[in-house]
């Protein structure tokens, strides 16, 4: 398990080394301040996740996740001191798979880190899901729409995992925040949204006016067939 941290705040990187070495000491970190070294690093080091501060002195963090996702799907869990939604919004957008709002508590962050580096799926859970046109490699998240392929993010894989297997019923929100972060918590609504969004601009033909994934407001989501 190696962790590649992407932070120029050197005291935050030493508490969370402090907490990985207590909490989870088989856990490797490297880390640098430089957004630029962060993207060279992701390549040559190839993380099982990438912790992403938006505030870098060199290039912004969103032009770290942009360049990341150039050439890996690795989990990116981004902190940033910027609670404004648009910025969350714009890092869910660029790929990024969670986040955490500084100043965030340490078991907080261990909890997102295990939950996006979670690979093995319970047995029997990894054989291909198959829904109308779509078909999904549970623990490789690849995703095909007939013969297309989709790339999509470890949360978005998550997520769509779950509707699948529950495809025609409506999963609530606080059943999807389980399934994806293992705890329901307070915003986990407004950030399903995001990641839903995402995911029917991948797989719906006019996102806009959704024919595969519905909403039911208030309640939650219903993956059904269109037409
Ligand atoms: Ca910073």
């Not at 955490?100 to 799926?121: C, G, I, N, W, Y």
Request: glycine content about 8%; hydrophobic content about 40%.
């Amino acid at each position: 398990m190696k962790v590649l941290m992407i932070e120029d705040d050197s005291e935050i990187v030493e508490t969370v080394s402090l907490a990985f070495q207590i909490r989870w000491p088989d856990a490797k970190l490297v880390s640098t301040h430089l957004g630029q070294a962060g993207v060279e690093l992701a390549e040559s080091e190839s993380p099982d996740i990438v912790i992403l501060d938006l505030g870098l002195p060199d290039i912004s963090g969103f032009d770290v996740l942009k360049q990341i996702r150039l050439f890996s799907s690795v989990p990116v869990l981004v902190l940033t001191v910027r609670s404004e939604e648009a910025d969350i919004v714009k890092g869910l957008e660029w790929g990024a798979d969670d986040y955490l709002v500084k100043p965030f508590r340490q078991l907080e962050l261990l909890a997102r880190v295990k939950a996006l580096t979670r690979r093995k799926s319970p047995p029997g859970e990894d054989a291909n899901l198959v829904y109308g046109p779509l078909r999904l490699n549970p623990s490789t998240r690849q995703l095909y729409y007939g013969d297309k392929e989709i790339s999509l993010t470890c949360t978005e894989g998550h997520i769509l995992h779950h509707l699948m297997r529950n495809a025609g019923h409506v999963v609530t929100h606080s059943s999807l925040a389980e399934a994806v972060w293992g705890e329901d918590y307070e915003g986990a609504t407004d950030s399903l949204k995001v990641y839903i969004r995402r995911l029917r601009e991948k797989i719906e033909a006019d996102p806009s006016h959704p024919q595969f994934i519905l909403a039911r407001s208030g309640v939650g989501y219903l993956l059904t067939k269109p037409g």
